[in-house]
C-alpha cells in the first residue's frame, strides 16, 4: 500500500511538472518572441520546477532502472561477490543521502529563520528549495528498497540501462529492415 502510493505521487508529480514547465516555456517564449513581453517570474519558476523534476526523475530513475551503469567490472564477479558489491554501494548512497538531508536541514531552517522570499516570486526561500528534504527521501526510500532487494536475494546489482545491448538490439532491427527491402 505504501508502495504504491508513493509510486503514484511520484508518477504524478513528475507529469505535472513536466506539462506546467512545458507549458511555462512555451507560453514564455511565445510571449518574448511575439509579443515583446514576458513575465519577470517564468524563469525563477522553470529553474524551481526543473530542480523539483530532476530530484523525482531521480529517484524514479532508480525505481525503473533507466540511470546507466557502470558495471562491466562487477559483472566479472560471481553473483554473492556482487551482491555485496551492490549492498555496499546502496549503503554509501544511503549514507550519503543522509548527508545531504542532514545539510538541507540545516539549510532550509537557516532559510526559514530568516524568512528570504525567492527574487521574482512571493514564495519563502525554505518552501522553494523544500524538495532538497523531499526528493532525497524518496532517493532514501529506493535506495533501501534495493539494498532490502540484495539482502534477501531477490537481486544482485542495481537495475539500470543497457545502452550497449539497446543500441546492438536497434542495429540488428535496422539490419532486419534493410534485409527485407
Keep these: 500500500m505504501f508502495m504504491r502510493i508513493l509510486n503514484r505521487t511520484e508518477e504524478a508529480v513528475i507529469c505535472i511538472l513536466l506539462v506546467l514547465t512545458t507549458l511555462l516555456v512555451f507560453v514564455d517564449v511565445v510571449m518574448r518572441f511575439g509579443f515583446n513581453t514576458g513575465f519577470m517570474w517564468s524563469q525563477e519558476l522553470t529553474l524551481h520546477m526543473s530542480g523539483w523534476f530532476v530530484l523525482f526523475g531521480a529517484s524514479y530513475g532508480l525505481k525503473v532502472g533507466s540511470h546507466i551503469g557502470m558495471d562491466s567490472f562487477v559483472k566479472l564477479f560471481s553473483r554473492n561477490v556482487r551482491r555485496i558489491l551492490t549492498a555496499a554501494a546502496a549503503i554509501l548512497a544511503i549514507v550519503y543521502c543522509c ?21 521574482d516570486l512571493p514564495i519563502p526561500t525554505w518552501l ?35 545502452e550497449a545491448k539497446e543500441s546492438m538490439e536497434l542495429a540488428e532491427d535496422i539490419t532486419k529492415e534493410e534485409a527485407i527491402s
Design 99 to 119: 548527508l545531504i538531508l542532514y545539510g538541507s536541514w540545516i539549510y532550509l531552517k537557516k532559510m526559514k529563520l530568516i524568512g528570504i522570499d525567492l527574487e
Design 128 to 162: 522553494a528549495h523544500g524538495m532538497l528534504i523531499v526528493g532525497f527521501m524518496f532517493l532514501n526510500i529506493r535506495l533501501l528498497i534495493i539494498l532490502w532487494s540484495v539482502i534477501t536475494g531477490d537481486a544482485d546489482s542495481f537495475k539500470h540501462a543497457d
